[in-house]
T-cell receptor, first 113, second 112 residues
Framework: KAGVTQTPRYLIKTRGQQVTLSCSPI?????VSWYQQTPGQGLQFLFE???????NKGNFPGRFSGRQFSNSRSEMNVSTLELGDSALYLC????????????FGPGTRLTVT | QQQVKQSPQSLIVQKGGISIINCAYE??????FPWYQQFPGKGPALLIA?????SEKKEGRFTISFNKSAKQFSLHIMDSQPGDSATYFC???????????FGTGTRLTVIP
């Protein structure tokens, strides 16, 4: 099976712009979670989608949003980008959610200038 | 507040030695404890995971030890190899939730 894929892999944006990142989960997986990884804050949970519904949400401002499509692919959007949003954004998929293992993609490296 | 505390921050081990990384958690509702391995430029890869109904789980050279009363768990890498050089993260989550709380990571260097 192909692993989790994320596009684009690298992105450079200017402060104030918005950005959309995409994630395709492992075939058959219905849960997609998003994480932000920075040197200062480490790995932090953003939100989880299951069957097109947001099921869990981390402690991030409303500028961070996401959605999931009927084929389980997910997108996350960050509006009004700030310098502090520069990070590696990771997507993880899980078969059904709950107690199942999460498998991460390679991430999208976002740089905000 | 850091829900999962991890130590040490960095670790240097000789080839063939044992690498030990420790984690502690506060929330007694956590009942799933995975370890992830991350190489530079890659996403974290699931290494091994444990649930609180067992005190130890072994997969190849990797062993998790779990102490429920102390709210601690650790990763042991036996016969450490240079290819094991990576950053290791412990994590924890609750039943029915896919939001993992991660430790701060341990950078392991195995010297030949």
């Amino acid at each position: 099976k192909a692993g989790v894929t994320q596009t684009p892999r690298y992105l450079i944006k200017t402060r104030g712009q918005q950005v959309t990142l995409s994630c395709s989960p492992i075939s058959g997986h219905r849960s997609v979670s998003w994480y932000q990884q920075t040197p200062g804050q480490g790995l932090q949970f953003l939100f989880e989608y299951f069957s097109e519904t947001q099921r869990n949400k981390g402690n991030f401002p409303g500028r961070f949003s996401g959605r999931q499509f009927s084929n389980s692919r997910s997108e996350m959007n960050v509006s009004t980008l700030e310098l502090g949003d520069s990070a590696l954004y990771l997507c993880a998929s899980s078969p059904t959610g709950g107690l199942n293992e999460q498998y991460f993609g390679p991430g999208t490296r976002l740089t905000v200038t | 507040q850091q829900q999962v505390k991890q130590s040490p921050q960095s670790l240097i081990v000789q080839k063939g030695g044992i690498s030990i990384i420790n984690c502690a958690y506060e929330n007694t509702a956590f009942d799933y404890f995975p370890w992830y391995q991350q190489f530079p430029g890659k996403g974290p890869a699931l290494l091994i995971a444990i649930r609180p109904d067992v005190s130890e789980k072994k997969e190849g050279r990797f062993t998790i030890s779990f102490n429920k009363s102390a709210k601690q768990f650790s990763l042991h890498i036996m016969d450490s190899q240079p290819g094991d050089s990576a950053t290791y993260f412990c994590a924890a989550s609750k039943s029915g939730a896919n939001n993992l709380f991660f430790g701060t990571g341990t950078r392991l260097t195995v010297i030949p």
